[in-house]
């Protein structure tokens, strides 16, 4: 068998790409930059999923969340949001979003449910919870979310 250059730069380039191109595994995304985001009184502690893979994973896999976190995805332009469940093992709430924080609609979404939760208009942000965390603090629609995510859209 022959080493040309070529070949050798072809099977390079392929052992570099090789992790790029494995599936994402079982594992939750634990890792993301965080931002805090209140509400009234309460406070989120978020992690921020920004890049189409981390929005891809989101919060699956994830067997439990402290009742103090949650995920914000961030668009970057206001559309028609729409989210599922798949390989999501907790009940979620989604909170869709508008620029200024303040909340559009709320989406309560079940275990492994693939049936799509959309937003109302067009949003930029969804943050997801736990689900029961906006009821159980009687917030709804109309409410104002806060933080450095939204404090370029008042």
Request: charged share 20%.
């Amino acid at each position: 068998m022959s080493h040309t250059p070529s070949r050798i730069l072809l099977a390079l380039a392929v052992c570099l790409a090789a992790p790029a191109l494995a599936q994402p595994g079982d594992a939750p995304q634990l890792n993301l930059p965080r931002t805090a985001i209140s509400a009234g009184m309460y406070r989120i502690d978020a992690q921020v999923a920004i890049t189409p893979e981390q929005m891809q994973t989101g919060l699956m896999h994830r067997k439990d969340m402290p009742q103090h976190e949650g995920m914000l995805f961030v668009f970057e332009r206001a559309g028609t949001q729409c989210f599922w469940m798949k390989n999501t093992l907790i009940p979620l709430t989604a909170a869709f979003v508008a620029d200024d924080g303040v909340i559009v609609n709320l989406a309560d979404m079940k275990p492994l449910d693939e049936t799509s939760h959309c937003s109302a208009k067009p949003v930029r942000y969804v943050l997801e919870v736990n689900q029961g965390w906006f009821e159980q603090r009687h917030l709804k629609a109309g409410a104002r979310l806060r933080g450095p995510a939204f404090e370029g859209g008042r």
